[in-house]
C-alpha cells in the first residue's frame, strides 16, 4: 500500500473519533449552550402527600422556565428513612455530593446549621394561613439568610403539612394523656424538648414508625393527615387529636453552594425562578384536610378535640420549650415574628367531619347513661393473664395496641387497678410499665362489669363476666380495643 495514502487514511480516521469524542461530551440546547442536569434529593418522593405542591411546582419549572437548558433528576428516597435521613441529605447537598434537593425546616439543626428550628415552635403555626402569610414576608428572608456560608443556598420556603398527634389506643388531648408515652420523634431537638415537656417519652425513630405501632415498642407520632392517607393506614395509629397542630413540615428549597456558583448568571436566574415559581405555587395552593379526615374516618380513623382548657394546658407545659427558643440569639428574633405573622392568621382551620367521626375512643354516650352505680360482682382479688404476641396474631389481631404482656388486674371494693409487664416483643399498650397502666372504678349488675378509667377519663370497657374452674373470663362481642382483657381467661393469683 503506497505510504502516502495510508497516513492520510489514519488522518481522516482519527478527525472522525475526535470530533465524535467533543460531541458526545456535553449535550447542546437549541442555542447552543450546554445542557446542565441538577441531581436534586429527597428523602421521601416529589409529592408523597398530595400535597407538596411547592416542591412539585420547583421540580416542574427548572426544565421549564430555561426552555429545557437545565434538567432534573431524582434521587428519591435518600437516607433509607433512617431517622438521620433529613440531616444526612443535607450534608450531602452542603458538600456538593448532591447538587440541591428540598429538606424539611427540621433537619438543618440536627445537621450543625441553625436558625430554622423555630418554625417548630410548638403550637405557634397552627394554620396554612399563617404559614403562607409566613413564606411570602420577609420571616421567610431572614430565614434562609441563616444558611449563609452553610454550604447550602436557601431558594425559598415553602408551606407544608400540618403536624398532628396520632396515636394508638386513644387520643392525646391533655397533658395527663401524654404521660409516660411512647411518642416518635424525627431527629429533632425541639421536637424532643416538645415530647418531654408534655410528659411524654421522645424516641428517634425514621419513616418506619408505624411498624413501632404495631409491634407496641411506640404509642403515637406528629404526622400529617394527606400523608397518613396517602400511606394506606388506618386504625394502627389511628387517634387524632383533631384540634391540636404541633408544627407543620415546611420545606426549603435548596442548591448547593458549590453547584450554584458553579452556574452561570442565567442559570442561576433560572433556578431561582423555578424556586419562586415553586413557592407561590405553595401559597395559592388549596389544603382540603376535611375531605381526607373523611376519607380516613372510612378506615377507621378517629378524630377527638381537645377542649378550651386542654389546649390551654398544653400550652402552658410547652412553655419552656418556647422560651428557650426565644432565647436563642438566632431564633429568638425570629420566633417574635412569627408570632406576630400567625396571630394574624391565627382563625380556626378546624376539620369539617361527620359527628361519629370526632368521637375519638371516648365511650358511647348511650353506654355513659347505662352504667350502674353499684360495684361489680366480681370477687375481689389479684388476677393476671399472660398473653405472647404470637397469640395476639393468632386472634387475627396485629398487636398495634400492644395487647401482649403480663397484665395483673387488681379488684378492691369496687376499685380496679391494671398492671402489666412486657414481653420480649413489647406490649402492655404501649405504655411504661412503671406503675399502673390503668385505675378506675368497676361497676356493674349482675354478670355486666363496666370498668370506667380514671386515668384515661371517657375510656370505658362494657363486659360480660364469669368466673368457673377456667378462670375469671370477659366477653364483648362487639370489642374494637382493650384486646387484653378477652383474650384469654385471667387466673386468679391473689
Same mark, same amino acid.
Request: net charge negative.
Given at each position: 500500500?503506497?505510504?502516502?495514502?495510508?497516513?492520510?487514511?489514519?488522518?481522516?480516521?482519527?478527525?472522525?473519533?475526535?470530533?465524535?469524542?467533543?460531541?458526545?461530551?456535553?449535550?447542546?440546547? =437549541?442555542?447552543?449552550?450546554?445542557?446542565?442536569?441538577?441531581?436534586?434529593?429527597?428523602?421521601?418522593? @416529589?409529592?408523597?402527600?398530595?400535597?407538596?405542591?411547592?416542591?412539585?411546582?420547583?421540580?416542574?419549572?427548572?426544565?421549564? @422556565?430555561?426552555?429545557? *437548558?437545565?434538567?432534573?433528576?431524582?434521587?428519591?428516597?435518600?437516607?433509607?428513612?433512617?431517622?438521620?435521613?433529613?440531616?444526612?441529605?443535607?450534608?450531602?447537598?452542603?458538600?456538593?455530593?448532591?447538587?440541591?434537593?428540598?429538606?424539611?425546616?427540621?433537619?438543618?439543626?440536627?445537621?450543625?446549621?441553625?436558625?430554622?428550628?423555630?418554625?417548630?415552635?410548638?403550637?405557634?403555626?397552627?394554620?396554612?394561613?399563617?404559614?403562607?402569610?409566613?413564606?411570602?414576608?420577609?420571616?421567610?428572608?431572614?430565614?434562609?439568610?441563616?444558611?449563609?456560608?452553610?454550604?447550602?443556598?436557601?431558594?425559598?420556603?415553602?408551606?407544608?403539612?400540618?403536624?398532628?398527634?396520632?396515636?394508638?389506643?386513644?387520643?392525646?388531648?391533655?397533658?395527663?394523656?401524654?404521660?409516660?408515652?411512647?411518642?416518635?420523634?424525627?431527629?429533632?431537638?425541639?421536637?424532643?424538648?416538645?415530647?418531654? $415537656?408534655?410528659?411524654?417519652?421522645?424516641?428517634?425513630?425514621?419513616?418506619?414508625?408505624?411498624?413501632?405501632?404495631?409491634?407496641?415498642?411506640?404509642?403515637?407520632?406528629?404526622?400529617?393527615?394527606?400523608?397518613?392517607?396517602?400511606?394506606?393506614?388506618?386504625?394502627?395509629?389511628?387517634?387524632?387529636?383533631?384540634? @391540636?397542630?404541633?408544627?407543620?413540615?415546611?420545606?426549603?428549597?435548596?442548591?448547593? &453552594?458549590?453547584?450554584?456558583? $458553579?452556574?452561570?448568571? &442565567?442559570? =442561576?436566574?433560572?433556578?431561582?425562578?423555578?424556586?419562586?415559581?415553586?413557592? &407561590?405555587?405553595?401559597?395559592?395552593?388549596?389544603?382540603?384536610?376535611?375531605?381526607?379526615?373523611?376519607?380516613?374516618?372510612?378506615?377507621?380513623? *378517629?378524630?377527638?378535640?381537645?377542649?378550651?382548657?386542654?389546649?390551654?394546658?398544653?400550652?402552658?407545659?410547652?412553655?419552656?420549650?418556647?422560651?428557650?427558643?426565644?432565647?436563642?440569639?438566632?431564633?429568638?428574633?425570629?420566633?417574635?415574628?412569627?408570632?406576630?405573622?400567625?396571630? &394574624?392568621?391565627?382563625?380556626?382551620?378546624?376539620?369539617? @367531619?361527620?359527628?361519629?367521626?370526632?368521637?375519638?375512643?371516648?365511650?358511647?354516650?348511650?353506654?355513659?347513661?347505662?352504667?350502674?352505680?353499684?360495684?361489680?360482682?366480681?370477687?375481689?382479688?389479684?388476677? =393476671?393473664?399472660?398473653?405472647?404476641?404470637?397469640?395476639?396474631?393468632? $386472634?387475627?389481631?396485629?398487636?398495634?395496641?400492644?395487647?401482649?404482656?403480663?397484665?395483673?388486674?387488681?379488684? *378492691?371494693?369496687?376499685?380496679?387497678?391494671?398492671?402489666?409487664?412486657?414481653?420480649?416483643?413489647?406490649?402492655?399498650?404501649?405504655?411504661?410499665?412503671?406503675?399502673?397502666?390503668?385505675?378506675?372504678?368497676?361497676?356493674?349488675? *349482675?354478670?355486666?362489669?363496666?370498668?370506667?378509667?380514671?386515668?384515661?377519663?371517657?375510656?370505658?370497657?362494657?363486659?360480660?363476666?364469669?368466673?368457673?374452674?377456667?378462670?375469671?373470663?370477659?366477653?364483648?362481642?362487639?370489642?374494637?380495643?382493650?384486646?387484653?382483657?378477652?383474650?384469654?381467661?385471667?387466673?386468679?393469683?391473689?
Amino acid at each position: 500500500m503506497n505510504m502516502r495514502r495510508l497516513v492520510a487514511g489514519l488522518i481522516t480516521t482519527l478527525s472522525v473519533v475526535a470530533t465524535a469524542a467533543c460531541s458526545a461530551s456535553a449535550p447542546t440546547d =437549541r442555542a447552543g449552550g450546554d445542557t446542565v442536569t441538577l441531581k436534586l434529593g429527597t428523602i421521601d418522593h @416529589v409529592n408523597p402527600d398530595g400535597q407538596s405542591f411547592g416542591v412539585k411546582a420547583f421540580v416542574d419549572n427548572i426544565p421549564k @422556565v430555561s426552555d429545557g *437548558r437545565l434538567k432534573v433528576e431524582i434521587v428519591e428516597q435518600y437516607g433509607d428513612g433512617a431517622p438521620t435521613a433529613d440531616a444526612d441529605l443535607i450534608k450531602a447537598i452542603a458538600e456538593g455530593k448532591l447538587d440541591g434537593g428540598w429538606v424539611g425546616t427540621r433537619g438543618f439543626g440536627a445537621a450543625g446549621i441553625h436558625g430554622l428550628e423555630v418554625f417548630e415552635a410548638p403550637m405557634v403555626i397552627t394554620t396554612y394561613a399563617a404559614q403562607k402569610a409566613l413564606v411570602s414576608s420577609d420571616v421567610a428572608t431572614q430565614a434562609l439568610a441563616s444558611l449563609d456560608k452553610s454550604g447550602v443556598v436557601g431558594l425559598g420556603l415553602t408551606v407544608g403539612a400540618l403536624r398532628h398527634p396520632f396515636a394508638a389506643k386513644s387520643a392525646l388531648v391533655a397533658p395527663e394523656d401524654w404521660k409516660g408515652v411512647k411518642f416518635r420523634s424525627f431527629n429533632s431537638d425541639v421536637q424532643s424538648d416538645t415530647v418531654k $415537656a408534655l410528659g411524654a417519652v421522645p424516641v428517634n425513630v425514621g419513616q418506619g414508625w408505624i411498624d413501632d405501632v404495631r409491634a407496641g415498642r411506640l404509642r403515637g407520632a406528629e404526622f400529617s393527615l394527606a400523608q397518613y392517607q396517602q400511606s394506606g393506614w388506618g386504625k394502627e395509629a389511628g387517634n387524632v387529636t383533631g384540634n @391540636v397542630v404541633l408544627w407543620p413540615k415546611m420545606f426549603v428549597l435548596s442548591m448547593s &453552594q458549590q453547584k450554584f456558583d $458553579a452556574l452561570n448568571e &442565567q442559570q =442561576r436566574a433560572w433556578v431561582q425562578e423555578a424556586a419562586n415559581r415553586g413557592v &407561590q405555587a405553595s401559597v395559592e395552593a388549596t389544603y382540603d384536610e376535611s375531605s381526607i379526615a373523611e376519607e380516613l374516618c372510612s378506615r377507621g380513623v *378517629r378524630f377527638k378535640e381537645a377542649t378550651p382548657a386542654q389546649l390551654l394546658a398544653l400550652r402552658t407545659q410547652l412553655t419552656p420549650v418556647l422560651d428557650r427558643l426565644a432565647a436563642d440569639p438566632v431564633n429568638g428574633p425570629l420566633l417574635t415574628k412569627i408570632k406576630a405573622v400567625a396571630q &394574624q392568621s391565627a382563625a380556626s382551620e378546624a376539620l369539617s @367531619v361527620d359527628k361519629d367521626c370526632l368521637t375519638g375512643v371516648s365511650v358511647d354516650e348511650t353506654v355513659v347513661r347505662d352504667i350502674p352505680r353499684t360495684a361489680a360482682a366480681i370477687p375481689d382479688g389479684t388476677y =393476671r393473664v399472660q398473653i405472647s404476641a404470637d397469640e395476639v396474631l393468632a $386472634a387475627g389481631l396485629d398487636n398495634h395496641d400492644g395487647n401482649s404482656g403480663i397484665w395483673t388486674l387488681t379488684i *378492691r371494693r369496687g376499685k380496679y387497678e391494671m398492671r402489666c409487664q412486657p414481653g420480649d416483643s413489647g406490649g402492655c399498650g404501649g405504655e411504661s410499665p412503671i406503675g399502673p397502666v390503668d385505675t378506675g372504678n368497676l361497676r356493674g349488675k *349482675r354478670d355486666i362489669a363496666y370498668l370506667v378509667s380514671e386515668m384515661h377519663p371517657g375510656d370505658i370497657h362494657k363486659l360480660q363476666w364469669m368466673l368457673n374452674s377456667s378462670g375469671l373470663r370477659f366477653v364483648n362481642p362487639h370489642q374494637t380495643r382493650g384486646w387484653e382483657l378477652v383474650l384469654k381467661p385471667w387466673q386468679k393469683i391473689d
